[in-house]
């Protein structure tokens, strides 16, 4: 079965940290560009980060550079977006999505070929 499982969100102080885990199965997270967007109760869906096997450089939003970190690890067919210094205004449904393009069309076009079903993050005091 091919599927996106997302983990790793939950209820964090403002200021805290969390990594969420985007775990791929039955395909090859490797000659993939893996996206990572949120949604916010009432605002649109939007792109967060981005990581391309063909270009080393990741792309963040400019809300979220300095303070979120995408990674993947192949040997686990995972992707990583270590979130710190969490606001509330990063509270938002989290999703991945598995794309064969690349992160400036990704990113653009929402396009997928897989996406995950999401992870909550909130951030509250």
């Known amino acids: 079965q091919v599927q996106l499982v997302e983990s790793g969100g939950g209820l964090v102080q403002p200021g805290g940290s969390l990594r969420l885990s985007c775990a791929a199965s039955?395909?090859?997270?490797?000659?993939?560009?893996i996206g990572w967007f949120r949604q916010a109760p009432g605002k649109e869906r939007e792109g967060v980060s981005c990581?391309?096997?063909?270009?080393?450089?990741?792309y963040y939003a400019d809300s979220v550079k300095g303070r979120f970190t995408i990674s993947r690890d192949n040997a686990k067919n995972t992707v990583y977006l270590q979130m710190n210094s969490l606001k509330p205004e990063d509270t938002a449904v989290y999703y991945c999505a598995a794309d064969p393009k690349s992160c400036e069309i990704h990113i653009a076009t929402m396009w997928a070929d897989y996406w995950g079903q999401g992870t909550q993050v909130t951030v509250s005091s």
């Open positions: 990581i391309s096997s063909s270009d080393p450089t990741p």
């Open positions: 039955g395909f090859t997270l490797d000659y993939y560009t």
